[in-house]
């Protein structure tokens, strides 16, 4: 039983750390973008609204504008964010 009981400590162990090493180098927080607002500038403005609180607790309000590139992408813009 304390056989046992070491062993599933360890691959306890083991599965946390490898869990959060995966978290970790998988999580988009750790990745940069570069922002270019050149394109903003040559793109049009295909539909902008406000929003605000979802409910008492998701809270925030903004501006939500939605632009197209001339390449065809498109792209959302949050302003005003709050």
Same mark, same amino acid.
């Given at each position: 039983m304390n056989k046992l009981? %070491?062993?599933a400590l360890v691959a306890g162990a083991l599965g946390f750390a490898a869990g959060n090493a995966f978290w970790y180098l998988a999580s988009p927080l750790w990745i940069d973008v570069t922002v270019s607002e050149a394109a903003a500038a040559e793109s049009r403005v295909v539909k902008s +609204?406000?929003?605000?609180? @979802?409910? %008492?607790?998701?809270? +925030? %309000? +903004?501006? @939500?504008?939605i632009h197209a590139e001339p390449g065809g992408k498109n792209f959302a813009r949050l302003s005003n964010f709050k």
């Open positions: 009981l %070491s062993t +609204g406000e929003f605000r609180d @979802a409910d %008492s607790i998701h809270r +925030g %309000s +903004g501006t @939500a504008t």
